[in-house]
């Protein structure tokens, strides 16, 4: 199915390259490189995907006490490269040159070697195994902006936050992907909020989501810290973005309705309850939820089944 949409698109790009080689009128160029633009958007659309996708493949191993083999195509590594380094200046950092400076590029097997070893540990939440060959693949090959941001992470999860903030500033000092900066101002809010620095968390949320407006993890740990933060409007709103793009994720709909509810629109938080319920019925902190703010509403009996619902659930 996806195969045959690809195929359309790469040959489409083969037509194009065709057409320009053809020296077109100013035109015809446009018109070419528009539709060119009109591919790449639709590709962004699909990495968007993608790493939701894994987000959520991450979140549900967690949650479920399993783990995916790590099965990555040969030669993956080496095919994948987001930088055109025919057309990037060197990068000087504190007075070294970077000659090279890709995101998805590997140059030693050794490396590649260490790099799946590092990704299989991760997933098993073998957090020291998977730092040990995360710092081999840096000190093998430290033009690896990838392999420095899986160190950062693997540091944080491991609870060494300093070492994970000196490995994550790096990588956002070097990289020119917005993507990538994404995820490196996202992953370092969640290290400020888990040492609840708030307001330090929120700031990076929010240049995650600057960086790549459809980044829809970073407006939801936006409304998270807001609502926190009793900034419940706030929180609304980046929970509503979030929605938006996600309708049946249930813990948008969960945080909307608390947030609707601290915000005393109560019949907007009921909404959002009663969604949530739809899509996970079996989660008992809905049902609770629903159950306090019938109670507030004045429902009584409303409020005694959702209690009796999270009973029969324990029992």
Not at 14 to 40: A, S, T
Not at 139 to 155: A, Q, T
Not at 207 to 218: A, K, Q, T
Not at 245 to 259: F, H, N, S, T
Request: charged share 30%; proline share 3%; hydrophobic share 40%.
């Amino acid at each position: 199915m996806f195969s045959q949409e690809f195929e359309v698109i790469f040959s489409s790009i083969e037509e194009i390259e065709e057409n320009l080689k053809n020296d077109p009128d100013k035109n015809e160029k446009e018109k070419l490189i528009n539709n060119l633009l009109k591919l790449r958007n639709l590709m962004d659309e699909c990495v968007k995907y993608w790493l939701f996708f894994e987000e959520k493949v991450n979140e549900l191993q967690q949650k479920f006490n399993f783990s995916l083999p790590d099965d990555l195509p040969e030669g993956f590594l080496q095919e994948i490269e987001l930088y055109n380094e025919k057309d990037r200046e060197p990068i000087t950092s504190q007075g070294n040159v970077i000659e090279k400076h890709s995101f998805l590029k590997l140059e030693s097997e050794q490396g590649i070697d260490s790099f799946r070893k590092g990704l299989g540990f991760w997933d098993l939440a073998m957090l020291e195994e998977a730092i040990k060959e995360f710092e081999k693949v840096v000190k093998m090959e430290p033009n690896f902006l990838f392999g420095h941001f899986c160190l950062g992470l693997s540091y944080s999860q491991k609870g060494a936050y300093n070492k994970a903030l000196n490995k994550l500033r790096l990588v956002k000092a070097l990289s020119r992907d917005p993507h990538l900066n994404a995820f490196v101002y996202n992953a370092m809010g969640n290290i400020y909020a888990g040492e609840r620095k708030y307001e330090e968390a929120l700031s990076e949320f929010i240049l995650s989501v600057e960086e790549d407006p459809y980044f829809f993890i970073g407006y939801f740990n936006m409304g998270a810290i807001y609502f926190n933060l009793r900034r419940y409007k706030e929180s609304i709103e980046a929970f509503e973005k979030v929605k938006e793009a996600l309708p049946q994720d249930w813990e948008v709909c969960y945080c909307l309705g608390r947030a609707y509810t601290m915000e005393g629109e109560f019949h907007k938080g009921m909404q959002n309850f009663k969604k949530a319920l739809s899509i996970n019925p079996n989660e008992s902190k809905i049902l609770f939820e629903m159950g306090v703010l019938y109670e507030l509403l004045g429902e009584k009996r409303n409020a005694s089944q959702c209690f009796s619902s999270i009973m029969k659930q324990v029992n």
